[in-house]
Nanobody
């Protein structure tokens, strides 16, 4: 049973925008740190952005100022607004859920700390 389901990926030109959505069917969504990771072919999965239950956020340097993570606990949904997309943003994007303290202690970029994952949505940015 898949509990995290991503959507919103696609193919765009450089400079355009996409909004990714992650629907979480778990009861613990409101108490979890939620994150977006991405994985490009031949590369390791990397943390992109995360948000805790209080709305505290973290971003990897490569996306600061371009991406915005947000959450809506009324409908268990996580978002990633991606503006100014670049070809290097091309990857499969994954939604992940983990303990709430991860963002508070700036420890949200380790794959192994997140126990629940979606199946991914592909983002392709052409120049």
């Amino acid at each position: 049973h898949v509990q995290l389901v991503e959507s919103g990926g696609g193919s765009v030109q450089a400079g355009q925008s996409l909004r990714l959505t992650c629907q979480d069917s778990r009861r613990t969504f409101s108490r979890a740190s939620m994150a977006w990771f991405r994985q490009a072919p031949g590369k390791e999965r990397e943390g992109v952005a995360a948000i805790d239950a209080d709305g505290k956020t973290g971003y990897t340097d490569a996306v600061k100022g371009r991406f915005t993570i947000s959450r809506d606990s009324s409908n268990n949904t996580l978002y990633l607004q991606m503006n100014g997309l670049k070809p290097e943003d091309t990857a499969t994007y994954y939604c992940a859920a983990g303990p709430d303290y991860l963002v508070r202690f700036s420890a949200w970029q380790r794959v192994g700390d997140f126990g629940n994952w979606g199946q991914g949505t592909q983002v392709t940015v052409s120049s």
